[in-house]
């Protein structure tokens, strides 16, 4: 059970450049999300998807496009990248621990993202 | 969306209890408390999650009382390796919401 998978771990883009960050879970979650932490501060939303087919903004949408063709993965577009775009991007999936309770977010090992 | 609010940071020493707080003064009915803990360099991993009262785990215990607009995260006898950044998070039973979280508590645990 490798639980969310993101790739790449590091990449290295030029003003203007654009790319995709790749999110796979293979728990069978239906909410997916993304956030991005940029050094020192918290972690901001933001996309996320309730289900294939469904994706919705959070915080900080701006330059960013998602999709959710299937329910295991869950591409982060950067149309234009920017220097602004410097972050570590992490990806997360939200399923139950229990039979009872609200879910719970499992999150990738993270992207790191540099904008030159 | 609940807003959290929680201290900034915190110090303490090895062996000490650390209790950190965090304020949800317009939780919902169905929303549940989980908190988080991050390492550098790491995505947050669970700690625990508690609807009201007590809840307790191997690695913390929750409290959170009966008008649910605030909740404690508590760590007995911490050590060092549990210096990290913990996030308390506001979400309904489904999980079918913006998922917000707040700056986090800084913890620093000296020897």
């Known amino acids: 059970n490798a639980g969310v998978t993101q790739t790449p771990k590091f990449q290295v883009l030029k003003t203007g450049q654009s790319m995709t960050l790749q999110c796979a879970q293979d728990m069978n979650h239906e909410y997916m999300s993304w956030y991005r932490q940029d050094p020192g501060m918290g972690l901001r939303l933001i996309h996320y998807s309730v289900g294939a087919g469904i994706t919705d903004q959070g915080e900080v949408p701006n330059g960013y496009n998602v999709s959710r063709s299937t329910t295991e993965d869950f591409p982060l577009r950067l149309l234009s990248a920017a220097p602004s775009q410097t972050s570590v991007y992490f990806c997360a999936s939200s399923g139950r621990v229990r039979d009872s309770g609200a879910n719970v977010l499992t999150f990738g090992a993270g992207s790191r993202l540099t904008v030159l | 969306l609940a807003k959290t609010t929680q201290p900034i940071s915190m110090d303490s020493y090895e062996g000490q209890e650390v209790n950190i707080t965090c304020s949800h003064n317009n939780i919902a009915t169905n929303d549940y408390i989980t908190w988080y803990q991050q390492f550098p360099s790491q995505g947050p991993r669970f700690i625990i999650q508690g609807y009201k009262t007590k809840v307790t785990n191997e690695v913390a215990s929750l409290f959170i009382p009966a008008d649910r607009k605030s909740s404690t995260l508590s760590l007995p006898r911490v050590s060092l390796s549990d210096t990290a950044v913990y996030y308390c998070?506001?979400?309904?039973?489904?999980?079918?919401?913006?998922?917000?979280f707040g700056a986090g508590t800084r913890l620093a645990v000296h020897p």
């Open positions: 998070l506001v979400g309904d039973t489904w999980g079918y919401n913006k998922l917000i």
